[in-house]
């Protein structure tokens, strides 16, 4: 059974830093590309950023040169380092892998940008 569990969201300001972890279970990350997605109220699920098995990185437009993706094959977790945060930026943030599989998608975690 696999798991994924999201951590690391909370309220910060317009141009603060986030660290939102995504810890897995199971032996997902030997082959699987992970991915970060948002989903803000009444908008679409949006892929954020993807990192392969060897840590080849992808990421939105929205996103280039804000937030990294990294992962640690032995911890099995997957990060977004989230800096100078915009208030367009709050949703909630989950991971799964790329393509996501439907049944994989955990609770998230809350991001607000916001005064």
């Known amino acids: 059974q696999v798991q994924l569990v999201e951590s690391g969201g909370d309220l910060v300001q317009p141009g603060g830093s986030l660290r939102l972890s995504c810890a897995a279970s199971?032996?997902?990350?030997?082959?699987?590309?992970m991915g970060w997605y948002r989903q803000a109220p009444g908008k679409e699920r949006e892929l954020v950023a993807t990192?392969?098995?060897?840590?080849?990185?992808n990421y939105a437009d929205s996103v280039k040169g804000r937030f990294t993706i990294s992962r640690d094959n032995g911890k099995t977790t997957v990060y977004l380092q989230m800096n100078s945060l915009k208030p367009e930026d709050t949703a909630v943030y989950y991971c799964?892998?790329?393509?996501?599989?439907?049944?994989?998608w955990g609770q998230g975690t809350q991001v607000t940008v916001s005064l």
């Open positions: 799964n892998l790329e393509p996501p599989i439907h049944y994989y």
């Open positions: 199971g032996n997902i990350f030997r082959t699987n590309i």
């Open positions: 990192i392969t098995s060897r840590g080849r990185t």
